[in-house]
């Protein structure tokens, strides 16, 4: 697993070497899908919410700009959530900054973004080269935080003793309050806790991480995702009481009788007519064989992807190419869901493909295609899923988990990341929002209950303005 792990952490950094003069651009860009009316404050009835950003070079200067923005309508905050780009580095002083504004008995917990710059979701749009604040404020959200460390060598147990202090902390039972909602489907359907996990995106395994999740909690919803980086730091962290660490787990804990929404907007759809069985592999991260076939030929075959050109490579790396012909594994009882295992490298010793996410053999894969159009519409289709989910009417904020791949696809086609957000804003509501534009790899819970790690996905998490029944 060790080999395997410090392979991805190499292609991860290569990768942005192929990133391409265009997506460069669009980063350095400034405000590429700016909101010129962006939210700064929303709900207040149940939940309040204050959303914050700064794209001030200066760490601690930047952070405290962006709390203080999101502070203005917050009085009692009852958790900080950041992101920060990889060029603002020492992201100690960021959330020193963060921490002058709030004090520091406010639960701060949050990630590095990822790709050319590190792109924010924040108030006024995707912006690179930026932080992002969001606070909550509400008698009835309860929250609980927890961190694990150690997670490249023992993600199972170091996710396991994050949920674990995560529920320590937050020292609830949420049954004292649901016993007063009326029963009916909104009560049936609410889970009493809802997880959030945000972890290092170069050494976790997200599936052995979510096992661990659930030997704490069983079933419970789940989003979330994996801190990036832009290639310059090597490293990605995540965010615990105000303090950075990498090689890391933190888990967030909701409960109480408030409203919540999931979405995962996937967006990829089957081809038809190719698709096979893995026959060969190492059952983990890494396919042999597809249909008794080299699985690298397989996809070249499928794809029509320049074979030399990207062989040509000594890094392994199959960007872009990979970002529009993925594969996928669908669900059996809900096939509209599919769980995207990106084809990031190859392999050449085994003429093979390394994949984002476990694909035992035995496994039926397909290839994949995507639109920039396909991108919008299934993020709006997800998000109506998540309003529906426990019929959220207001939205008082939003926290967004975006796959880099997601992003650079939509950057692709001018004014598609501003159309993408704009849209989103104006379904609901135009509520605070923050979040990760460039994380690498999401973590969802399909309709069916089955809980896994995502690729190429936007997974969110909407927190309603409003209680129970």
Not at 159 to 168: E, I, S
Not at 180 to 198: C, D, E, Q
Not at 313 to 322: Q, V
Request: charged content about 20%.
């Amino acid at each position: 697993m060790e080999e395997k792990l410090l392979t991805r952490r190499d292609f991860m950094r290569k990768t942005f070497q192929y990133a391409g003069a265009a997506a460069l651009a669009g980063s350095l860009a400034g405000l590429e899908g700016a909101n010129p009316s962006p939210a700064l404050a929303g709900g207040g009835e149940v939940v309040a919410a204050g959303a914050g950003y700064s794209t001030d070079p200066d760490p601690w200067k930047a952070g405290r700009e962006a709390a203080a923005m999101a502070k203005a309508k917050i009085k009692k905050p009852i958790l900080a959530l950041a992101f920060a780009d990889p060029p603002h580095k020492d992201f100690d002083k960021v959330l020193a900054g963060v921490t002058s504004v709030l004090g520091s008995q406010v639960p701060l917990i949050g990630q590095t973004t990822g790709y050319a710059g590190g792109y924010s979701i924040c108030p006024a749009g995707c912006i690179p080269k930026s932080i992002a604040v969001l606070l909550l404020e509400s008698p009835y959200l309860k929250v609980g935080i927890g961190l694990g460390t150690g997670i490249k060598a023992s993600p199972r147990e170091a996710a396991r003793k994050a949920t674990l202090a995560a529920l320590k902390d937050l020292n609830y039972n949420p049954w004292k309050d649901l016993q007063k909602v009326a029963p009916g489907p909104a009560l049936a359907k609410h889970a009493p806790y809802t997880v959030m996990m945000m972890d290092d995106g170069y050494a976790g395994v997200v599936d052995y991480e979510i096992y661990g999740i659930q030997d704490v909690m069983g079933w419970a919803p789940l989003v979330g995702g994996c801190a990036g980086d832009d290639g310059s730091l090597g490293k990605a962290f995540v965010f615990f009481r105000g303090k950075a660490y990498n090689d890391a787990i933190v888990i967030t804990i909701f409960s109480g009788p408030v409203k919540m929404g999931y979405g995962c907007g996937i967006a990829y759809k089957p081809v038809a007519g190719k698709c096979g069985v893995v026959t060969a592999g190492d059952g983990f991260r890494e396919i042999y064989e597809i249909d008794g076939k080299p699985a690298l030929e397989v996809w070249f075959e499928w794809t029509g992807s320049p074979r030399e050109e990207i062989l040509a490579r000594e890094s392994g790396a199959m960007f872009p190419y990979n970002q529009w012909h993925p594969i996928g594994v669908q669900e059996h009882i809900y096939p509209q869901w599919i769980w995207i295992k990106d084809p990031f490298r190859f392999i050449r010793e085994k003429n093979g493909l390394g994949v984002g996410g476990i694909v035992p053999v035995g496994t039926t894969v397909h290839l994949l295609e995507v639109t920039t159009d396909s991108v919008i519409e299934d993020n709006l289709r997800s998000l109506r899923y998540a309003l529906d989910y426990e019929g959220i009417k207001k939205v008082a904020a939003m926290v967004g988990f975006n796959c880099v791949e997601r992003l650079t696809i939509l950057q692709t086609e001018e004014g598609k990341v501003a159309e993408n957000f704009n849209r989103i804003m104006e379904l609901l509501g135009n509520p605070p929002v923050v979040g990760n534009a460039g994380a690498w790899g999401e973590q969802m819970f399909a309709p069916s209950g089955n809980i896994g790690a995502q690729n190429m996905t936007l997974c969110s998490l909407l927190i309603g303005d409003e209680l129970l029944g």
